[in-house]
């Protein structure tokens, strides 16, 4: 490893459990030697009930926001509603992260998350029909979450060998995209037949399974000093220490070239309605928004061509990229299955992406500190698709959807040369 941007030390992760070499098909297939660890076994097990469970609720709020206000505006504030909590507890719970045992602050959060839940169930089943409710309601579901996202992800490095990052960012990765495209398909399946508030219960009991989960986990104290406490000084200490170490930063701002100026959902409706109508309107959206989903299950399911590679800083370039050329071609093609390619390609790509600038974050910082650079990849990684549905919205409306989408992805290839050019610390670093 490039001792210059990296000081992880063996005391802080797993034991590398004997594996046989892959040999054939199987060096294509996803790495999962990492689920031979009993730990990280359960805890993503968990994550297969509520990576689909999460998405019921995520369609069943704006859904009922809407049937109660007929407005897609109250829909877009209550997004903003969970942002805000969210991006100040992910800064603070990545704080609280390097101080306290993990283990506790995810039963703590994630009980917080099913209770929030629940509540959400019990005003919907009575009828409270109260749009300040829910947005209160969401407010404190993203809070929790928040708090618990930089926990969780940090634990990964304490249960996971340093060589099989890559591969356990993979197969979370995958679990989630999975979720994001099976769980709004089954909410839409489910409303007409069970209702709405069932789909806030299903995602209460999908979160017990991750409590249990949970609970089996070992103690997983901090490993330096344990007086700390989560402060803005605590806080301010981490964005300090990611200034000093270049390479972090760079998995930082790769991730928001990439999002805010490639990422084109904002336009996806205006898209379906205008280019691809010809294939019907609502057939068109659809596509839109599984394409990319689409891609990053079956980059996951094909991780082991890139998963053991060392060259992570290279991998991650590469992946951005990728992503860039992919969407151009998307902005420029005009036949929907063109464009689904292309979609799906970027969806591959940013698989790669966020595995290798997982792999990076768990690796490249101390235990003492990953609590609070997870903290910061949370709120990049929710913050930098909100910014560019305003960019792409405003680039739209200005130059028209199409270019607007080909000129932004040009651009992600542009600006993140142009990084990888000025400062070396990504391309220098590997394993």
């Not at 001792?3 to 797993?14: C, G, L, M, N």
């Not at 996806?268 to 057939?283: I, K, M, N, R, V």
């Not at 003492?368 to 910014?387: D, N, S, Y």
């Not at 992805?409 to 391309?427: C, S």
């Amino acid at each position: 490893m490039d001792t210059s941007e990296s000081s992880t030390t063996e005391r802080d992760t797993a034991p590398d459990p004997a594996a046989p070499p892959r040999r054939g098909w199987r060096r294509w297939a996803m790495d999962t030697r990492p689920l031979r660890i009993p730990a990280y076994r359960r805890l993503w097990t968990s994550t297969i009930v509520t990576a689909v469970g999460s998405q019921l609720t995520a369609v069943a709020v704006p859904k009922q926001i809407y049937d109660v206000t007929h407005s897609s505006a109250w829909v877009g504030y209550a997004s903003l509603a969970g942002l805000v909590p969210m991006v100040a507890f992910a800064l603070w719970g990545g704080a609280v992260a390097d101080t306290v045992d993990r283990r506790k602050l995810l039963l703590v959060t994630n009980c917080g998350i099913a209770v929030t839940s629940l509540l959400f169930w019990a005003q919907a089943v009575t009828g409270l029909d109260s749009v300040a409710v829910l947005m209160v309601l969401l407010a404190l579901q993203q809070a929790f979450f928040g708090l618990n996202a930089p926990a969780r992800n940090a634990s990964i490095a304490r249960l996971v060998p340093a060589g099989q990052l890559p591969a356990a960012n993979a197969l979370g990765s995958t679990v989630m995209q999975t979720g994001l495209v099976a769980g709004p398909l089954l909410a839409g399946v489910l409303i007409p037949v069970i209702g709405l508030p069932e789909l806030y219960l299903i995602d209460a009991v999908a979160l017990c399974v991750t409590v249990w989960a949970v609970f089996g986990l070992p103690a997983l104290p901090p490993l330096g000093d344990a007086s700390r406490r989560a402060g803005v000084r605590e806080i301010a200490a981490g964005f300090q220490y990611m200034s000093r170490h270049k390479v972090l930063l760079l998995s930082f701002l790769a991730d928001i070239v990439a999002m805010v100026f490639g990422m084109p959902r904002a336009l996806f409706p205006q898209l379906a309605a205008e280019t691809y109508h010809s294939w019907g309107e609502g057939l068109a959206l659809g596509v839109l928004f599984a394409g990319i989903p689409v891609g990053a299950v079956l980059g996951g399911l094909f991780s082991g061509v890139f998963s053991r590679a060392r060259r992570h800083g290279w991998m991650v370039i590469g992946a951005v990229v990728g992503w860039g050329v992919a969407i151009a071609g998307f902005g420029l093609s005009g036949n929907l299955w063109a464009a689904l390619a292309f979609l799906a390609a970027a969806g591959v790509a940013d698989m790669v992406s966020m595995v290798f600038r997982g792999a990076i974050l768990l690796s490249a910082a101390t235990d003492e500190m990953r609590g609070r650079m997870q903290g910061v990849f949370t709120v990049v990684v929710a913050g930098g698709p909100r910014l560019a549905d305003v960019l792409h919205g405003t680039a739209g409306s200005a130059f028209g959807p199409r270019a607007a989408v080909a000129g932004g992805g040009a651009l992600v290839v542009v600006v993140m040369l142009a990084l990888a050019a000025a400062v070396p610390a990504l391309r220098r670093y590997r394993i």
